[in-house]
């Protein structure tokens, strides 16, 4: 397929486990975003790549999330000590390096019990 | 403090009428807005989209509107469709200077309901 993919689609883990959340992003798109939405609010801007470098993490809550993008492809989210509060779906988009339309996947819901 | 503001959670339309979505926006900054609609289980999907230049754009069944004086949006829909049920994000990019780089706010979404 031709749009991004994210996997798992699905992640339910323990408290104080360490997940990663996998982005596949549209062939060609230099920019790469990760979202976070929770139940009843929009998507939250958490961190932006453009290339392999991330350009804005300004909405990363805390040290615990971390984001890699090595080959200015695929990019990794990496939760540490997840948290019952990390709970929400996870998006990701991706755009052309002029776009203003992002392109989403379809999420990850992560679920901390 | 939401700076992108949906201040209707859900909404109703008989098929066929016209659905009106609102959108409130506080930062001055904002100089390009986005509708996303947002179907169960999947990511959102850009709709339509307007300049600050301008007032009104169309595109088929939707239309955009923009007040930048009362800093308020509306999307359109007429006539609906059953197929138009869905969440509809607002959202909104600050002017910038940094070519590619496009930091969307989103608000928090209006389900629309249309009934056959």
């Known amino acids: 397929g031709a749009g991004v993919s994210q996997t798992p689609s699905n992640k339910v883990t323990e408290k104080g486990k360490y997940v990663e959340l996998r982005c596949d992003p549209i062939s060609g798109h230099t920019a790469l975003y990760w979202y976070r939405q929770s139940l009843g609010q929009g998507p939250e801007f958490l961190i932006y790549?453009?290339?392999?470098?991330?350009?804005?993490d300004s909405g990363l809550p805390n040290d615990r999330f971390f984001a890699v993008r090595p080959e200015g492809s695929v990019s990794t989210l990496k939760i540490q000590r997840t948290e019952r509060g990390d709970s929400a779906v996870y998006l990701c988009?991706?755009?052309?390096?002029?776009?203003?339309?992002?392109?989403f996947g379809p999420g990850t819901r992560l679920t901390v019990l | 403090d939401q700076q992108v503001k949906q201040n209707s959670p859900s909404l109703s339309v008989q098929e066929g009428r016209i659905s009106i979505l609102n959108c409130d926006y506080t930062n001055s900054m904002f100089d390009y807005f986005l509708w996303y609609k947002k179907y169960p289980a999947e990511g959102p999907t850009f709709l339509i989209s307007i300049s600050s230049i301008k007032d009104k754009n169309e595109d088929g069944r939707f239309t955009v509107f923009l007040n930048k004086s009362a800093k308020h949006l509306s999307l359109h829909i007429v006539p609906s469709q059953p197929g138009d049920s869905a969440v509809y994000f607002c959202?909104?990019?600050?002017?910038?200077?940094?070519?590619?780089?496009?930091?969307?706010?989103f608000g928090i979404g209006t389900k629309l309901q249309v009934i056959p």
């Open positions: 959202a909104a990019i600050p002017l910038s200077f940094s070519g590619g780089y496009q930091k969307v706010t």
């Open positions: 790549f453009q290339g392999t470098g991330a350009a804005d």
């Open positions: 988009a991706s755009s052309a390096n002029t776009g203003r339309e992002q392109f």
